[in-house]
């Protein structure tokens, strides 16, 4: 059985939640390593803010990089069918022929950077035509009047009954940008995805699919 996917605890662990919504999309509860949980809530959230604060800048690309290299070895080692990818810079776009597109038509999932006012990961699940579906772990009530007008931009809509799966559908017009607007992925020094595949439930090329939700 999969687990919902979870939101985060504090304004700082977007990065270790979303990865870890990652291995629950991916693979099934019952499949998943404590270690796996272990060490990404070890080595995430490893960065200081302005004021010396330890892990309240959030998670670095370093730490993000490091991660997609040790769950590629904990698979090999465990034989656990996990296959991860780190992409950074002028990788790190949507488009028909980009390897993050690819990944989502063949069944992986995709922790990206974006904005949120700041640097933000989210997990990307799924893509239809010109939209992608992503669970967004920063929790926002939809009927809530204070609820930032930003959220309600074109190319932006809220998923209530994807719980596994989704809670936004983003455009790639917007995710695309290269300002720092909602989920948009702004300039290219600072964009990062982590690429992640169950080897066992990986499509084929040949087979992919151009909705996956």
């Known amino acids: 059985m999969k687990n919902l996917l979870n939101y985060q605890s504090s304004e700082y662990d977007c990065g270790p939640t979303s990865l870890t919504n990652a291995i629950r999309y ?3 509860r019952e499949m998943i390593d404590p ?4 060490y990404i809530m070890l080595y995430c959230m490893d960065t200081y803010n302005e004021k010396g604060e330890s ?19 904990f698979g090999q080692v465990k034989h656990f069918p996990i296959q991860c990818e780190f992409l950074a810079g002028e990788d790190v ?6 390897r993050i597109v690819a990944a989502l038509q063949q069944g992986g999932a995709v922790v990206l950077r974006l904005f ?9 699940t799924g893509i239809r035509e010109d939209e992608v579906f992503l669970f967004d772990p920063y929790y926002e009530e ?16 809220f998923v209530s009954d994807q719980p596994k799966r989704a809670n936004r559908i ?3 017009q917007r995710l695309n940008r290269r300002s ?6 702004g300039p290219y020094e600072t964009r990062e995805a982590l690429i992640l595949f169950n080897r066992q439930t990986r499509l084929l090329p040949e087979k992919t699919i151009d909705y996956i939700i």
């Open 26 to 28: 991916l693979f099934e």
């Open 35 to 38: 270690d796996i949980i272990k």
């Open 55 to 73: 892990g309240k800048h959030g998670t670095s690309a370093s730490a993000m990089m490091f991660l997609s290299s040790w769950l590629n070895q």
């Open 93 to 98: 776009y949507l488009s028909k022929t980009s």
């Open 116 to 124: 949120l006012e700041v640097g933000h990961y989210v997990l990307l």
């Open 142 to 157: 939809t009927d809530d009047p204070k609820l930032d007008a930003q959220f309600r931009e074109e190319g932006i809509a």
């Open 170 to 172: 983003i455009s790639l």
């Open 180 to 185: 720092k607007g909602f989920y948009e992925m």
